[in-house]
């Protein structure tokens, strides 16, 4: 018998009588969640929230916020419009060509009030290493999509398949180092979510 | 009511005052109290070791002992616990639920079936609580604070029944002390300073004696103390219930 | 209970005290990352309904393993994965070292994957000549350091920046006598970005695979699992065969549970949701069992599987607290590590579950609401059962029960001990005596409560 077999007749005789699954819905009452819920946890989690009441007015936020980074990408088309210095080509690679991106710009499908988390796909990311690589994340986020819970979040994510998808909650952090929270270990060193 | 009194092992041979007052303050409730004079131990040192398997004739003697009354008491959660969670005797087994059933901490019991509101009581000093954890994580007697849940404690319901009594409010306030039976001598390093970081923070925190449910914590922390040569004391919850006013 | 050839927790718990203002150092930071815990458990009413669910998930999951470890197989491979099944340590790695040799790689970077620690991986790649770069920041650092991580979660948490700086002046060429973490941090993200962008094939852990979808949740703060997978030809992702959960929402209630209980936090940065390979990469899942269906059949232990490494058991633990993670010679210490090891191996292990006052506190932080405690307790009857119990410990005990089950034997020995006691201390009070060592016995009475009794009553 191979492990597989073995493992599997193991397991089939060894496992307990099967339970029933408990009910989740009681966990997610149906609406949405506040902008200011959100914020306030996403800014405990180490991000920066701005609102903003039009898309038009990104071009003048990276102007505010950003005119010190040279190299910013964005996998929105729309946005990418506004960032004239990013190569045609930035899609092409195994990822590697994104490691001198100083700024990614990217589209969130929904996010979360209880953790200030994001979903994020493959699709809103183009390349799966984008938001990571990058030293900094700015994310566009609309308000109307801001979930209360992760119950809710799954729930509209359903069975949507993608190849990968990725809740993100604030810059990359580690607090290894005798518990000191230090922003900015391997992936971007910040967050900023922009609520449309 | 027929109460039979357990007077576990080390409080009988070490610790008589802390069954002295337990007896005193059930009498003067109005129990009508028993004691079998064949008692002896729960068996929970043995079982606590891995030997649950020699602990029959410790079953069978505690059985024989009980069977008789309509509740037992002692003063020890831990060793109530044990009892709750583990006697079984292959012939006798009813009487063994029954005991199972009926078997109380002194201060569960007080506040649960007795249902005790006042106490002629008095303490005049500043005390400190100290959870011994089989009767709070084991008996539920007060509530932990790993759970999200509504606060009690029948421990300090009573003891804010005397007067002149002043509950200190600890740093850490329901950390294991260390004792834990057997681990006190296998695990002596680790064991004492759990016991010198808990008798800390009762100091720390101004009390002048330190009280409990259970005596085995407590005789651990008073070795720390005395060794430390420190004026707090140690006194089982029974001895301030039962001081004269 | 120590025998010379077999480690003891005891024994190296006693050596980690030797150091007191260390043993308080190590207690507070870890008391700290509890109460932090305990502000997140407050934060939600449903705290409890959600370890209940959590519980009860992962019960469906045990009961129902064979036909959700098929589905799941069946999905990944569907999605694009490989997918390899391994009996044992061995066989995993075995099976990792012909991945890497097929893309003939010699240096590979890892995330954080405490089954790979448990499978000794990284030792045995070393010896067929390939080198492992642990990423995750603090395992990175005991690997320079050469220790095993002492916590699941914290791996470093028993080293002092101090001593961190020194290992980074020394490998990383960072300036002597610093030891600003901000520093150190930023030290490490430039040497480890270079092992991102170079390695080829990257390791990381499970934290959840879904029989649903094949998809596998990540879960990291720093990012390190992300940067090594998708800059990488080949994902290799190594996971115990509980790892499983039924359906992607029930993501939502162990995604809820585990960055608040292991840390205090809502949420760990990234939660990412593998699925399919990246076009062009190859996405291979070793799938482990390593004892894992033994435990599933021992009814008393079975729930230790439902574990899902949030070490908050290890951050209550007062015997955790005090006495380190290395006191436990185990991949996984704590109290969860002295319920899995003796499956593992009962004699090499037979000292855990004693190292525990069984105080409980670990079972009510359980995010899935194991039931540790309760499981020491019974690991001590089969360790006692299967004769791994010392010799001198079990004439002891059976001499006590012989004395406890005789009221006549019981009074005697009382009497003798007390009297003993009063008349000559010494004989018992001395430094033989691990009670004595740092404690007072009790003033021994003249009279016990039953012998009171019979006078008074």
């Keep these: ?196 | 009511m027929k109460v039979g009194l357990f007077i576990p092992c080390y409080i009988d041979q070490f610790y008589p005052q802390v069954g002295i007052a337990t007896l005193q303050l059930l009498e003067k409730l109005g129990c009508e109290v028993g004691y079998p004079t064949g008692q002896t131990c729960c068996g929970q040192p043995m079982a606590n070791s891995g030997f649950e398997h020699l602990t029959d004739g410790c079953n069978r003697l505690f059985v024989n002992n009980f069977a008789d009354f309509d509740y037992i008491v002692a003063p020890s959660g831990s060793c109530v616990l044990h009892v709750k969670d583990h006697l079984h005797v292959t012939d006798k087994e009813t009487a063994a639920t029954h005991i199972r059933e009926h078997i109380y901490e002194l201060s569960e019991f007080l506040t649960d079936i007795l249902k005790v509101e006042r106490l002629s009581a008095k303490f005049p000093h500043k005390v400190g609580i100290h959870q011994s954890c089989h009767g709070q994580r084991g008996l539920h007697v007060s509530q932990m604070t790993e759970l999200v849940g509504p606060a009690f404690s029948k421990p300090q319901q009573l003891l804010q029944m005397v007067d002149g009594l002043e509950l200190v409010t600890l740093n850490r306030a329901d950390e294991c002390c260390g004792f834990g039976g057997t681990f006190c001598v296998f695990e002596e390093a680790v064991s004492v300073k759990m016991g010198k970081d808990r008798v800390a923070d009762h100091i720390h925190n101004g009390a002048e004696y330190i009280t409990g449910n259970d005596v085995s914590c407590l005789m651990h922390m008073e070795g720390i103390l005395r060794r430390q040569k420190s004026n707090v004391k140690v006194l089982h919850i029974a001895e301030i219930l039962n001081s004269e006013v | ?457």
């Excluded at chain 1, 989740?24 to 149906?30: H, I, T, V």
């Excluded at chain 1, 930035?90 to 100083?102: P, S, Y």
């Excluded at chain 1, 190849?163 to 391997?186: C, M, N, R, W, Y």
């Excluded at chain 3, 852990?205 to 029989?211: Q, R, T």
Aim: charged content about 20%.
């Design chain 1, 1 to 196: 018998m191979n492990s597989r077999d073995q493992i599997l007749a193991a397991v089939k005789a060894n496992q307990p009588a099967a339970s029933a699954l408990p009910d989740l819905d009681g966990f997610a009452a149906p609406g949405t969640a506040g902008v200011e819920a959100f914020r306030k946890v996403a800014e405990t989690m180490g991000s920066r929230v701005i609102t903003i009441s039009s898309e038009a007015e990104i071009p003048a936020l990276l102007k505010e916020y950003f005119s010190d980074m040279p190299l910013i990408v964005s996998a929105d088309p729309a946005i990418a419009a506004w960032c004239p210095n990013a190569p045609v080509n930035w899609k092409e690679g195994d990822g590697r060509q994104l490691q001198h991106v100083d700024l990614a710009i990217v589209r969130a499908q929904l996010g979360v009030a209880e953790n200030g988390a994001l979903w994020l796909t493959e699709a809103a990311l183009q390349v799966r290493v984008l938001p990571f690589i990058a030293q900094h994340l700015a994310v566009v986020l609309q308000a109307d999509t801001i979930l209360p819970t992760m119950h809710h979040a799954y729930n509209v994510i359903g069975d949507l398949r993608s190849g990968f998808g990725v809740f993100i909650a604030g810059p990359s952090k580690t607090a290894d180092i005798e518990q000191s929270l230090v922003l900015g270990a391997h992936g971007a060193k910040s967050l900023t979510i922009i609520i449309v």
């Design chain 3, 1 to 457: 209970m120590h025998t010379p050839d077999l480690k003891d927790h005891a024994v190296l718990a006693a050596q980690f005290n030797a150091n007191e203002p260390r043993v308080n150092w190590h207690d507070e930071t870890l008391w700290w990352v509890r109460q932090k815990r305990d502000r997140m458990a407050w934060s939600l009413p449903e705290w409890e309904a959600l370890r209940d669910a959590a519980s009860a998930i992962k019960h469906n999951v045990l009961g129902n393993l064979h036909e959700y470890l098929l589905e799941f197989e069946r999905n990944a491979i569907a999605n694009g994965a490989a997918v390899h099944w391994a009996a044992n340590a061995a066989e995993h790695n075995r099976i990792v070292l012909q991945l890497l040799q097929q893309q003939g790689v010699k240096r590979i970077v890892k995330s954080k994957s405490m089954l790979t620690e448990e499978c000794h991986l990284n030792p045995y790649l070393a010896e067929n000549g390939i080198e492992v770069i642990d990423t995750d920041l603090g395992e990175r650092i005991v690997q320079l350091a050469k220790e095993p991580p002492s916590h699941i979660v914290l791996p470093c948490i028993h080293k002092k920046k101090e001593e961190i700086g020194e290992l980074f002046h020394e490998h990383l060429g960072t300036p002597a006598g610093n030891a600003d973490p901000q520093f150190l941090t930023a030290a490490a993200r430039t040497h480890l970005r270079t092992e991102f962008l170079q390695s080829r094939v990257a390791i990381t852990g499970v934290n959840f695979a879904v029989a649903e979808t094949g998809e596998m949740v990540v879960c990291t703060n720093e990012g390190n699992a992300d940067m090594g997978a998708h800059l990488a030809d080949m994902h290799i992702a190594c996971m115990g065969i509980e790892k499983l959960v039924p359906q992607r929402k029930h993501l939502g209630v162990f995604l809820r549970l585990l960055a608040r209980s292991a840390t205090g936090q809502p949420i760990t940065t990234y939660s990412s949701h593998f699925s399919k390979p990246k076009p062009g990469q190859q996405l291979h899942i070793v799938l482990v069992d390593n004892g894992r269906s033994r435990q599933l059949g021992r009814a008393d232990f079975r729930n230790s599987l439902k574990c899902i490494r949030c070490g908050a058991c290890m951050n209550t633990c007062p015997v955790y607290r005090r006495s380190g993670g290395h006191s436990y010679h185990n991949a996984i210490a704590g109290p969860i590590g002295a319920i899995l090891a003796p499956n593992l191996d009962m004699k090499q292990y037979a000292d855990l579950p004693f190292a525990s006052t069984l105080c409980g506190s670990c079972s009510n932080v359980c995010p899935v609401k194991i039931d540790i405690h309760q499981q020491l307790y019974k690991w001590r009857q089969v360790i006692t059962e299967e004769g791994q119990a010392p010799a001198s410990k079990a004439a002891g005990m059976k001499l006590m029960a012989a004395v406890l089950s005789s009221p006549g034997r019981y009074r005697f020995a009382g009497k003798a001990a007390r009297w003993l006691l009063r008349t000559m201390p010494g004989l018992i009070n001395n430094r033989f005596n691990p009670w004595y060592k740092q404690r007072e016995l009790p003033e021994p009475p003249a009279t016990s409560f039953a012998a009171w009794y019979k006078k008074n009553r």
